[in-house]
């Protein structure tokens, strides 16, 4: 009687909450709600004309070379770093003059050692890093007036410039010593972490915006389904009892809701992926950790409220995107009341968090496009660079002065790359 009675609340529910899909299609104008007085407002902003970027000219073997052995980085989730090189060679906010710079930024791609099964291996990272700061700080004088300060780098790997995938040895490492006063970009974003330091930006994950554009449904496909997640729940090899995955939060879900029919859960990945999350209201987000999972990506894309499961979360430009209003967060303890949970969040909150999400301006924040296009997350990067300006006058050294200890940190980096 008890699941039937929660199938009859969801067919209430959704009876009230068939609403028409918006198509995805960027650049385009439309009228749309807008969010007053929040960080809604500064997603449209335009940083062409408040800073320069100056893109330092490195020998192929930090960049070109790593993509052409092995073209798959150009596809995984974090090929930002790949892209975001491309789109500032063209950039109008790239300057060749590095005097007049205010941001210097350094290419290389740390994260396209994969292996067979694509998955990138940081191991070499470090001193990848550490070579190319070397090479910079010893042919430019930039560096070395701030020992980074008005640098950027983009560690957009699992826990950044940690550079380690297994948290309990990424925070053994600690960002790398020479990256201690740069400003980060990376897709990792957990608040009292070690791996993310003060002034981070933090940005979503490449997903592919032609593969998702292939995906669209008619606009007036109802939303019949009421939660939806595919993925997986636990890590067999490495945690089989799911504590540790996703900080037991994606484990959680699987027991307890299972057997819910409100609940389409699987492990299962069908061809009708893209097309199932927009018939979705609430897409499940069971982040962990993690912000750089695509599924976040695919919600705000999709329209498919995100519900984010993830304490201490710092989201992709969370000083620009309105997380607050067109999502749902839950505490990590609260998984076992999920149902309850969204079953009375009252209609109209559903319905503006649906029409915010149908904002272009929210879906083009997500994206890395090529060619790039106003507002998408290349200029959201950029924003979030202009926004840090002037640097303070302290930040520049006296001749001779120095902070950081080029001798810190493992052995194994400090070997020659």
């Given at each position: 009687?008890?699941?039937?009675?929660?199938?009859?609340?969801?067919?209430?529910?959704?009876?009230?909450?068939?609403?028409?899909?918006?198509?995805?299609?960027?650049?385009?104008?439309?009228?749309?709600?807008?969010?007053?007085?929040?960080?809604?407002?500064?997603?449209?902003?335009n940083?062409?004309?408040?800073?320069?970027?100056?893109?330092?000219?490195?020998?192929?073997?930090?960049?070109?070379?790593?993509?052409?052995?092995?073209?798959?980085?150009?596809?995984?989730?974090?090929?930002?770093?790949?892209?975001m090189?491309?789109f500032l060679?063209?950039s109008?906010?790239?300057?060749l003059?590095?005097?007049?710079?205010?941001?210097?930024?350094?290419?290389?791609?740390?994260?396209?050692?994969?292996?067979?099964?694509?998955?990138?291996?940081?191991?070499?990272?470090?001193r990848?890093?550490?070579?190319?700061?070397?090479?910079?700080?010893?042919?430019?004088?930039?560096?070395?007036?701030?020992?980074?300060?008005?640098?950027?780098?983009?560690?957009?790997?699992?826990?950044?410039?940690?550079?380690?995938?297994?948290?309990?040895?990424?925070?053994?490492?600690?960002?790398?010593?020479?990256?201690?006063?740069?400003?980060?970009?990376?897709?990792?974003?957990?608040?009292?972490?070690?791996?993310?330091?003060?002034?981070?930006?933090?940005?979503?994950?490449?997903?592919?915006?032609?593969?998702?554009?292939?995906?669209?449904?008619?606009?007036?496909?109802?939303?019949?389904?009421?939660?939806?997640?595919?993925?997986?729940f636990?890590?067999?090899?490495?945690?089989?009892?799911?504590?540790?995955?996703?900080?037991?939060?994606r484990?959680?879900?699987?027991?307890?809701?299972?057997?819910?029919?409100?609940?389409?859960?699987?492990?299962?990945?069908?061809?009708t992926?893209?097309e199932?999350?927009?018939?979705?209201?609430f897409?499940?987000?069971?982040?962990?950790?993690?912000?750089?999972?695509?599924?976040?990506?695919?919600?705000?894309?999709?329209?498919?409220?995100?519900?984010?499961?993830?304490?201490?979360?710092?989201?992709?430009?969370?000083?620009?995107?309105p997380?607050?209003e067109?999502?749902?967060?839950?505490?990590?303890?609260?998984?076992?009341?999920?149902?309850?949970?969204l079953?009375?969040?009252?209609?109209?909150?559903?319905?503006r968090?649906?029409?915010?999400?149908?904002?272009?301006?929210?879906?083009?924040?997500?994206?890395f496009?090529?060619?790039?296009?106003?507002?998408?997350?290349?200029?959201?990067?950029?924003n979030?660079?202009?926004?840090?300006?002037?640097?303070?006058?302290?930040?520049?050294?006296?001749?001779?002065?120095?902070?950081?200890?080029?001798t810190?940190?493992?052995?194994?980096?400090?070997?020659?790359?």
């Open positions: 009687m008890e699941i039937w009675g929660w199938v009859f609340i969801g067919i209430l529910f959704l009876a009230d909450f068939v609403v028409k899909i918006e198509p995805f299609k960027l650049g385009r104008s439309q009228p749309t709600e807008r969010i007053s007085g929040s960080a809604g407002d500064v997603l449209e902003d940083p062409v004309g408040r800073l320069k970027v100056f893109v330092y000219e490195l020998p192929s073997k930090y960049s070109k070379k790593i993509l052409q052995k092995d073209p798959r980085c150009l596809n995984h989730m974090f090929a930002a770093e790949i892209y090189h491309r060679l063209s109008p906010v790239r300057t003059n590095p005097e007049e710079a205010d941001w210097f930024y350094t290419p290389v791609y740390t994260t396209c050692d994969l292996t067979p099964n694509g998955l990138p291996l940081p191991f070499k990272s470090p990848m890093m550490r070579s190319a700061i070397q090479l910079i700080s010893s042919n430019w004088p930039y560096w070395n007036r701030t020992e980074g300060a008005d640098h950027f780098f983009l560690v957009p790997h699992d826990f950044g410039a940690c550079f380690h995938y297994q948290e309990e040895k990424a925070i053994e490492r600690g960002i790398l010593p020479l990256l201690q006063r740069a400003t980060l970009v990376q897709t990792f974003g957990q608040r009292n972490h070690v791996c993310l330091k003060e002034g981070s930006i933090t940005i979503p994950p490449y997903a592919p915006p032609q593969k998702m554009q292939t995906h669209l449904i008619p606009d007036k496909t109802p939303r019949s389904i009421f939660v939806y997640f595919r993925g997986l636990y890590d067999v090899g490495n945690d089989p009892e799911g504590g540790y995955y996703a900080r037991g939060a484990a959680a879900v699987w027991e307890n809701f299972k057997d819910n029919p409100l609940f389409d859960i699987s492990t299962e990945h069908p061809t992926y893209y199932d999350m927009q018939r979705a209201v897409c499940l987000c069971p982040l962990g950790w993690a912000p750089w999972s695509p599924r976040l990506v695919e919600a705000v894309i999709f329209g498919c409220i995100p519900v984010i499961i993830a304490d201490d979360i710092v989201l992709p430009f969370a000083d620009a995107i997380w607050e067109i999502g749902v967060f839950v505490d990590e303890k609260d998984v076992p009341n999920l149902d309850t949970i079953t009375s969040i009252p209609p109209e909150v559903i319905l968090k649906q029409r915010l999400l149908a904002n272009p301006s929210m879906k083009q924040a997500m994206l496009p090529q060619p790039a296009q106003p507002g998408d997350a290349f200029h959201q990067v950029l979030g660079l202009a926004r840090k300006l002037p640097h303070d006058k302290s930040v520049y050294f006296k001749p001779g002065e120095r902070v950081l200890n080029w810190a940190g493992p052995v194994g980096d400090l070997k020659p790359w």
